[in-house]
T-cell receptor, first 115, second 114 residues
Framework: NAGVTQTPKFQVLKTGQSMTLQCAQD?????MSWYRQDPGMGLRLIHY???????DQGEVPNGYNVSRSTTEDFPLRLLSAAPSQTSVYFC??????????????FGDGTRLSIL | GNSVTQMEGPVTLSEEAFLTINCTYT??????LFWYVQYPGEGLQLLLK?????DKGSNKGFEATYRKETTSFHLEKGSVQVSDSAVYFC?????????????FGIGTKLQVIP
């Protein structure tokens, strides 16, 4: 009963490095999203996808890229890491096609530090 | 746009005390409302939800009632336990533009002391 799986759980990067945070879900959910969680800011939406091949920007998209080639996977790419991107990143999915009352299912998060 | 307002806390209570965490919202349509809980080192988990006015969501002794007239969805529990220590997020969801749009509050940290 995997749900939403995020890897890695922890990562330390140097400024300017790139990396990809992985997210996979096994619930056949159409909607997937990436959030970052920072103290005093709650969760802020980075990018989201309403289905394979369809992505769009959220509230704080700068410095991040996404793609959705399959229903299951939604990787988040940091193009050139900056200290301001130090955060905890959460991937979430939901069966949004069934209406707005579908809950979000979250992964356990990736704790990312940029030095 | 939509917004959700809740206090950040921390809220510190003694075990068996009554809990209220306030949540108010603004939305243009008729959103669904949720409470999520985040335990240390974990992701958010759905605690309860309500999909229309006057609905009451409940789970694990927690309750919240969808009050459209006051645009509120306050979380309550009659007797908290140490294991309830966590961060609680209020959220709303609607289908603006044909897809789900979710707005979260900043989260309220609850600390329950023995």
């Amino acid at each position: 009963n995997a749900g939403v799986t995020q890897t890695p759980k922890f990562q330390v990067l140097k400024t300017g490095q790139s990396m990809t945070l992985q997210c996979a879900q096994d619930m056949n959910h159409e909607y997937m999203s990436w959030y970052r969680q920072d103290p005093g800011m709650g969760l802020r939406l980075i990018h989201y996808s309403v289905g394979a091949g369809i992505t769009d920007q959220g509230e704080v998209p700068n410095g991040y890229n996404v793609s959705r080639s399959t229903t299951e996977d939604f990787p988040l790419r940091l193009l050139s890491a900056a200290p301001s991107q130090t955060s905890v990143y959460f991937c979430a999915s939901s069966a949004s096609g069934q209406g707005p009352n579908q809950p979000q299912h979250f992964g356990d998060g990736t704790r990312l530090s940029i030095l | 746009g939509n917004s959700v307002t809740q206090m950040e806390g921390p809220v510190t209570l003694s075990e068996e005390a009554f809990l209220t965490i306030n949540c108010t919202y603004t939305a243009t349509g008729y959103p669904s409302l949720f409470w999520y809980v985040q335990y240390p080192g974990e992701g958010l988990q759905l605690l309860l939800k309500a999909t229309k006015a006057d609905d009451k969501g409940s789970n694990k002794g927690f309750e919240a009632t969808y009050r459209k007239e006051t645009t509120s969805f306050h979380l309550e529990k009659g007797s908290v336990q140490v294991s309830d220590s966590a961060v609680y997020f209020c959220a709303l969801s609607d289908h603006s533009g044909g897809y789900q749009k979710v707005t979260f509050g900043i989260g309220t940290k609850l600390q329950v002391i023995p």
